[in-house]
């Protein structure tokens, strides 16, 4: 296939136990103007699978990361627009279907990408959350303007992007380890239209083994990375960047970082003091207090 209208592109590293599910998922769209492109991220063993007209597999030499391997998929594709898929995920068959028809229809200012809902769903196949993506013309600044209740930035992985934009803004930063989707996205809405459909099309599948997301050491070095980048932004939407900072501060919690959740806590109380105050639950003021006054009443190096 020369020029489809959509490549689907699968970064993948060390998991074909999990490739086969979302490879398969994205050739089962209701849509056949489509090619999926495959980034073997450098495996330990490379990608191995059955062949098909529709599908190209791309090796990397070495592993260089998920931003890396979503750039070479961007470079290689063929289709006008791209689409994400992570390899331990899936796709629901009239995802392409959808996401194309509203970028047919839409009146937005061009450019135009699409996200649309998607599903958190476990290993029991049990749907524990749906996240619906609020619609923000060119110019906003996606996560850091006010959305309607019930709506949700977390669903950036559904995002369908004509593939000239995403080169012309650079593609993905590759000096992120994580927070790409996050990065990226505060380069392109400004100059994007970003139109958020209710329709689910995604099933973000959980499992045990390890997620970029919720790496600890990770998520750290990236978070503050993230914020001297775009140090400007982060200062223009006080109240949003105040959120950001607690929520941060309430992952390191969830993942066992008491420092790092005291320290991002205390951030975000400095930047929107009364907003902040009203968020934080009494367990966790309770829990950090605690850990503060071990930190001062543990004995220094020098004794």
């Given amino acids: 296939m020369s ?24 050739l089962a769209q209701t849509v056949e103007d489509l090619e999926v492109v495959v980034v073997d991220d450098g495996s330990p063993e490379p990608v191995k699978l059955p062949e098909h007209p529709r599908l190209r597999v791309i090796r990397l ?38 996401s194309l028809a509203a970028l047919a229809n839409t009146t937005l200012p061009k ?31 996606f996560f850091l303007e006010e959305i309607e209740p019930g709506q949700s930035f977390l669903s950036k992985q559904t995002l369908v992007v004509e593939r000239e934009l995403i080169l012309e803004i650079g593609g993905y930063d590759e000096s992120f380890s994580s927070r790409v989707h996050t990065e990226i996205f505060l380069r392109l ?10 329709t689910v099309t995604y099933q973000l599948i959980s499992h045990e083994g390890p997620r970029i997301s919720r790496d600890p050491s990770r998520r750290q070095v990236s978070f503050h990375q993230l914020v001297r ?8 939407h ?10 941060h501060a309430l992952m390191s919690y969830e993942l066992g970082q008491k420092s790092a959740a005291l320290s991002s806590v205390l951030w975000a109380l400095r930047i929107r003091p009364r907003h902040i105050l009203g968020k934080v639950t009494w367990p966790l003021r309770k829990s950090l207090r605690g850990y503060a006054m071990q930190v ?8």
């Fill in 3 to 26: 020029n489809p209208s959509l490549s689907i592109i699968i970064p993948t590293y060390n998991r074909p136990h999990l490739l086969p599910r979302a490879v398969q998922s994205a």
């Fill in 189 to 198: 809405n400004p100059v994007c239209s970003i139109l958020g459909v209710p």
């Fill in 238 to 247: 006080p109240k949003m960047f105040a959120d950001f900072v607690y929520k």
């Fill in 296 to 303: 001062r009443q543990a004995p220094s190096k020098s004794n």
């Fill in 229 to 236: 980048k775009h140090k400007s932004l982060f200062k223009a």
């Fill in 61 to 98: 030499p070495e592993n260089r990361g998920t931003a890396a391997a979503r750039n070479a998929g961007a470079a290689s594709a063929r289709g006008r627009w791209i689409t994400y898929l992570d390899d331990d995920d899936q796709l629901l068959p009239h995802m392409a279907e959808v």
């Fill in 111 to 141: 450019p135009v990408a699409v996200l649309s809902a998607l599903e958190v769903v476990n290993q029991e196949g049990k749907v524990t959350q749906t996240r619906r993506p609020p619609t923000l013309p060119r110019g906003k600044h």
